[in-house]
Every structure is written in structure tokens, then in C-alpha cells.
């Protein structure tokens, strides 16, 4: 999907509590499993405004947050001002081409973003580079779906969400095992449910 359908949606994409609710869930969950300590390097990928690394900002020493929409990242900076906080790095990047201006992280989680990727295997290529060993690669996603979940938008030409089975088959391919799975949130649309997962990966 365009950059510029995000520039165009990041003023007012906070003001939406079903986003915050689905940030605040997928973040328990994340800790949970993971036990991140206070020593520990995350990076956001695809982050918009920032929602699930606000949900982690007090259980990283430090969060990169990427993304390429510029809109999103203007909202997002602004939110770091007015809240103060110290431990966000906002970056404007495309990670797949530019991913040597990351330095090495221990977590990458992304939440409905992988959908929006047209290349999986080169982007997990990337997060296998960017992970410290034995690093944690934390998907959350649409569940797949029949292709109405974005009704057929012009601007969208993504997936329709992910198989578990062939996710973790691309994973395993590029140097992740999968270690956690869980269908843990709905969204209601179009008069219909649509389930998203949790993937957890650990690099091998």
C-alpha cells in the first residue's frame, strides 16, 4: 500500500481505541513470552504512531522505530516531545534497502504490517541480518483471510494475511524456528471477524 495512503490517515489514526486495545493485547502477550530485560534492544518495524512500542517502552532500553511514512513519524515524534520520552529512536528508512543504518538489535516486532510487504522472504532475510543470535522475531498479523478484509482497495496490493504452516516454512528457511503461536485477537469488519496471530520466532 502507498506511503502516502498512511501520510494521508496518521493525523487522526490514534483516535481509534480498537488500534490501542489491539497494541495493548499483543504487547502483554509479547512480554509474556519473551521476558524482555531492561538491557534488551527492540526495533519496530512498520510502527505508524508508535502504539505497540508505547504498550514496551518501559521494558527496553531502547526502541527503533521504523517506518516510511513520513506523516506517521511527524505524529509519532510528536508524541515522544510531549511525553518525554527518552528511549525512542524514530527512523524514516526503508529497512530492506538501507538496513546497514540499523545497528544490531535483540527484538523485532511488527503488528499488521508483514501484510503490507510484497517481498516476505527478502524482509525476513533483513530481520535475520539486524538479530543478535538467539534474538526474537515477533509477527503479529491477519490471520489468512478471503481478500475483504481491505475490500479490494486500489492502494492495497499486499496479502491476504498468512497460513501458519507456509509462515513458518518461510521462516525456518531463512534462519528462524518458530517457538510460540497463539490466535489471540479479532477484528470486526465488513461484517465480519477476522482473527490475527502472534508469531514468535527465535533466530537460529
Known sequence: MATS????????????????????????????????????????????????????????????????????LNVLKEKIKQLKITNFKPLKINILKNFNTVSKIDVIYTLMTMHHIKNIDKTIQVFNLILN???????????????????????????NGF????????????????????VCYEIKKNNKTYPLFLLIAEKI
Open 5 to 72: 495512503h498512511f501520510d494521508k490517515k496518521a493525523e487522526n489514526w490514534d483516535n481509534n481505541p480498537e488500534k490501542i486495545k489491539r497494541a495493548s493485547v499483543f504487547a502483554e502477550e509479547i512480554i509474556k513470552f519473551i521476558k524482555p530485560s531492561k538491557k534488551t534492544k527492540a526495533l519496530e518495524f512498520g510502527c505508524g504512531t508508535g502504539l505497540l512500542s508505547f504498550q514496551l517502552q518501559n521494558y527496553f532500553k531502547e526502541i527503533t522505530l521504523v517506518d516510511t511514512s513520513e506523516g506517521m
Open 133 to 159: 543470535k538467539n534474538g526474537y522475531l515477533c509477527i503479529a498479523d491477519l490471520v489468512e483471510e478471503d481478500g475483504t478484509f481491505h475490500n479490494s482497495s486500489p492502494d492495497f496490493d499486499g496479502h
Open 163 to 182: 497460513k501458519k504452516e507456509n509462515l513458518t516454512a518461510t521462516l525456518l528457511k531463512n534462519g528462524f524456528k518458530t517457538i510460540h503461536y497463539s
